[in-house]
């Protein structure tokens, strides 16, 4: 296993996707795959791989919507009635070429008049929430519960039922041109671990508070290419 740093997982995948297509080299990324392609980090898209399946899921209520105290906000509609009483005013941390960039984007989408500064990796949202450099953000809610427990961060509630989320589904896929039998040959190992293996599925809630999650190759490409359909709807400037 190799960990390739750089822009949301672009890197990683270019360079895995750039290897022989021999069934030993696997790209490893999730949604943020997308989410580079339209931030203009990227532009592979899902037809230079052979797509091989969705592994696992980060779902959307491990993410946690925050600000300071001082705002006197604890509510989505109130954050919404702000936003139309002093429109562009709060700014919202993102994070270009992730995930959570689209929390931003689907908060826009809904009438919430909001600027959007890309402030980067959860560790540099949570320094710029706690020095009120933006007004809210969305982080992991391990990193925001101690902040949660003193006081000096509010989560912000979803009050009005309206889905602001962008949940990672974790891909594993193969360089274009992979021998499908080897696709369906992993997509067997893969699946019989996802599924029945009850010592991995405790070591990832252990680790992760995550569920086993797993979609085929055919559902799971199928899925991704529809999400990526509704991303290219949105507009994407910040």
Not at 28 to 36: D, L
Not at 96 to 124: H, M, P, Q, Y
Not at 211 to 236: H, K, L
Request: a negative charge; glycine letters at 8%.
């Amino acid at each position: 296993v190799q960990n390739i740093a750089g822009n949301s997982g672009a890197t990683g995948v270019r360079q895995a996707l750039n290897t022989e297509p021999d069934g030993y080299n696997i790209s490893f990324c999730h949604t943020a795959f997308i989410v580079n392609y339209y931030a203009g980090a990227s532009d592979l898209t899902y037809d230079d791989m052979s797509f091989g399946a969705i592994v696992g899921l980060l779902p959307a209520e491990s993410d946690v919507l925050v600000c300071r105290p001082k705002l006197g906000i604890s509510k989505l509609s109130e954050l919404k009635a702000y936003t139309e009483e002093h429109p562009g005013e709060l700014i919202f941390g993102a994070a270009s070429g992730t995930t959570v960039l689209v929390n931003g984007l689907k908060l826009r989408e809904n009438g919430f008049d909001i600027t959007l500064v890309d402030t980067g990796g959860t560790s540099e949202r949570m320094t710029a929430i706690l020095g009120d450099h933006v007004d809210f953000v969305s982080v992991p809610r391990g990193n925001a519960k101690d902040y949660l427990a003193t006081g000096e961060l509010i989560e912000i509630e979803n009050d009005m039922g309206i889905d602001i989320s962008c949940p990672a589904y974790y891909q594993m896929n193969f360089p274009k041109g992979t021998d499908p039998a080897i696709i369906e040959a992993f997509n067997v190992a893969v699946a019989d671990i996802i599924n029945n293996d009850e010592d991995y599925a405790k070591r990832i809630y252990d680790a992760y508070q995550q569920e086993p999650f797993y979609m085929d190759s055919e559902e799971g490409e199928a899925f991704v290419r529809d999400m990526w359909e509704e991303f290219s709807t949105w507009n994407w400037s910040i």
